[in-house]
């Protein structure tokens, strides 16, 4: 039998709706709190777009469109470091997930070996664009996100990206750029459970190249740190967070469980009481 960690979860009950009130979903048992078996054999961790961005004076522009950097940053620094010294020094194999169009990572040795399992990764072939597709392309830019006068800050902040300081692999940790290269370490290590941690929770984490999306459709279950993710906000949520809890909401009904980095420290082998049993 695989080793097993048994830690505390968030789960949310989506059932049983009520057809009889006037919204029947408020029926539902919503929000409970349980436990959960973790293999110490066949979960990892995946830390995704952890990124550098540079400091907020360099990239203005980015920083007006993308608010969620301030919380990204306080969780870099004060969540990142106990969190992966924890998963280092335990058996969990802890990975990386790089994207943004720049290469700050084929030189490192995880990425080399995630490849070369991986073999080519799929290409999607592209639709035929044409002057109508092209002019609501631009009126999204404008309109929507991020804003023409923010665009040139973006361009030249991505053309600097790299990993965090906090979140830098090590050694020859696995790094992949897409699903097909996350599966193959998966496969490799046999995975089949990943812990996600990073930025955003609602956006790069679910839909983003790697992300649980792409995962799931490999069979795996991917699970989430609260406290170690921020989502994309908007002016009607930002204050309370608001999106980032529907994430949460969505990764427990479709995805995994709701978990937290403090249970994971606290629990994992080399840390506080002996939790893993044979």
Known sequence: MSRVLRLPTRLYQQFDADLSREVPAEAYGGWKTGEIDVSLDHTAVV?????????????????????????????????????????????????????????????????????????????HAQVTPDPVQEALRALRRTQVCPGQHNQADITAGFQKLDFAPAARPIGDEGIAEDANQLAALCRAHGINHLIYAGFAINWCLLMSPGGMVDMARHGVICSVLEDAVTAVENRETAREEREKQQALWRVSVEFGFVLSSRDLVVRLPGRGPETAAS
């Open 47 to 123: 830390v995704m777009h952890a990124w550098d961005c540079g400091q907020p004076h360099e990239y203005p522009g980015w920083r007006r469109a993308v608010e969620y950097y301030g919380r990204a940053e306080r969780i870099l620094r004060e969540v990142f470091p106990p969190l992966l010294e924890s998963v280092r020094r335990s058996p969990l194999p802890l990975f990386h997930v790089v994207g943004g169009g720049h290469d700050y990572y084929s030189h490192l040795p995880g990425f080399q070996r995630a490849r070369a399992l991986a073999g080519p990764s799929p290409v």
